[in-house]
């Protein structure tokens, strides 16, 4: 009787102590490059906290920003890894690798807006072809949307007030579409570069004009190199709060229920405030830094448009499968 006590007694304490481990606080790593003042970064900063709150005793994630675990080029693959539980993905930079198809929001002048882009790969039967070929691949799931913004060129060498003002100049180059444009345009000479560097590279020279958004000239301070912006804008800069597959399937389902919950609250409200967070910073740009914002319009527009028809797109084209091309332009017609 008493052996079969102790065995009772034994089996109700390991059973109490699987279930306070069950119950200990899960804790996850989201790795991102931008820096704290980046919008995206502002975006991806409330969603963290809002699903910290909500699931307060059950999971808490840690934020690791500016590059500290892993850079813009890295990410993708440290999250199909398992590396780190989330991160932020720029689409341009990372799934070209995975589906080269994605370069079609690269075509200047196909898409006017962050949802109309979205539309392509969402509602376009090949669009969605693209799309549902990329998480699978790398074993991750998107949990928002959060956009890095519309895209222009900046320089330091130039106030580029003309289409070729580019011409002779040293531009840094992150993605193959850079390489299209810039060949279009006669830049000097093209330096790969990754984000972390870029600050250094415009500090010495080795570049003097680059392609990115609004936030990114603010958040990593490259506006003290800069000192001009050209518009319009050239492409639209969709990016993600990404999770590993495998750990989002462990998850129970009440906080999968959370990150959806607050994921689809990250989409809509970053969506509507980049537009708004990307003119503001041009508007600091101009008058704090005394930066030349150049509109091309008119005769100088329709050259612009003329030259990426005939440069930039047939380079692009080769960058994608024909019939996702011809997809893209079907799609670009009914809108």
Same mark, same amino acid.
């Given at each position: 009787?008493?052996?079969? $006590? ?7 304490? $390991? ?56 850079g ?19 689409? $341009?930079?990372?799934?070209?690798p ?81 390489r ?22 415009l500090?010495?020279?080795?570049i ?8 990114? $000239? ?29 750990w ?18 990250l989409?809509k ?39 990426e ?27």
């Open positions: 009787m008493k052996g079969l $006590i102790r065995g009772a007694v034994l089996a109700t304490t $390991i059973a109490l102590a699987a279930g306070t481990a069950g119950a200990e606080e899960m804790v996850a790593k989201f790795s991102t490059h931008w820096g704290p003042q980046h919008p995206a970064s502002v975006q991806a900063i409330k969603f963290i906290d809002r699903v910290n709150e909500r699931l307060k005793g059950k999971l808490r994630i840690d934020v690791f920003p500016a590059g500290q675990l892993f813009i080029r890295e990410i993708m693959g440290a999250l199909a890894s398992g590396s780190v539980e989330l991160g932020a993905v720029v689409g $341009i930079v990372s799934f070209p995975i589906n080269r198809n994605y370069n079609v929001t690269a075509f200047p002048g196909y898409f006017s807006s962050f949802e109309e882009q979205r539309g392509f790969f969402e509602t376009d039967p090949k669009g969605k072809e693209v799309w549902n070929d990329i998480r699978p691949r790398t074993r991750t799931a998107v949990l928002a949307y959060n956009p890095v913004g519309p895209a222009a060129i900046y320089s330091s060498a130039s106030k580029l007030e003309t289409v070729f003002s580019m011409a002779g100049l040293k531009a840094r180059v992150l993605t193959n579409a850079d299209a444009r810039w060949d279009a345009l006669d830049v000097g000479k093209m330096v790969s570069m990754p984000t972390r560097e870029v600050y250094t590279g500090q010495n020279g080795t003097d004009t680059v392609s990115t958004v609004p936030g990114a $000239i603010k958040a990593y301070s490259w506006w003290e190199h800069l000192n001009a912006v050209q518009l319009p804008w050239i492409s639209f800069a969709d990016a993600y709060i990404m999770a590993n597959q495998a989002m399937d462990r998850l129970p389902e009440d906080v999968r229920q959370v990150l959806a919950e607050e994921g689809a609250r989409s409200e970053a969506t509507a405030d980049i537009m708004q967070a990307s003119n503001a910073v041009h508007e600091e740009f101009a008058a704090e830094h005394g930066a030349t914002i150049s509109v091309l319009e008119g005769a100088e527009l329709a050259k612009l448009r003329a030259l028809a005939e440069k930039v797109e047939p380079l692009l084209a080769e960058e994608v499968d024909a019939d996702v091309f011809a997809a893209l332009k079907a799609y670009a017609a009914r809108n």
